[in-house]
Nanobody
Framework: QVQLVESGGRWVQVGDSVTLSCVLS????????MAWFRQAPRQATGQERE????????????QFGDSVKVRVTISRDNAKNTVVLQMNNLRPDDTAVYYC??????????????????WGQGTQVTVSS
């Protein structure tokens, strides 16, 4: 059974950076398209998580959400079964629980939550002004 575990979430100040990691177990990372989403406290229950970034199985393609694309990078190390999201110049509206997601299919649009079969439990990032 594939499991995803996120880490790296913390309390930061405006303008700081944060690095989030996601480790996949129970499978080989190279078989999966990977992505990060987030859910902010202000989002209503049932509202879809916001897409942050996605990366293809071989790192050949990446995609970023419009609200963050100039401030984030995504990378993966298939040998270590780890995907990393770095966010820079954090703002208060970046406060959210950040989720890692995986799916063993390939597609052109990484931004839709319904595509992903596996999800982690999330890691909290809080940006204080």
């Amino acid at each position: 059974q594939v499991q995803l575990v996120e880490s790296g979430g913390r309390w930061v100040q405006v303008g700081d950076s944060v690095t989030l990691s996601c480790v996949l177990s129970g499978g080989r990372l190279r078989s999966y398209t990977m992505a990060w989403f987030r859910q902010a406290p202000r989002q209503a229950t049932g509202q879809e998580r916001e897409f942050i970034a996605g990366i293809s199985y071989n790192s050949g393609r990446t995609q970023f959400g419009d609200s963050v694309k100039v401030r984030v990078t995504i990378s993966r190390d298939n040998a270590k079964n780890t995907v990393v999201l770095q966010m820079n110049n954090l703002r208060p509206d970046d406060t959210a629980v950040y989720y890692c997601a995986a799916d063993d299919d390939t597609y052109s649009d990484y931004s839709e939550t319904w595509r992903y079969e596996y999800w982690g439990q999330g890691t909290q990032v809080t940006v204080s002004s």
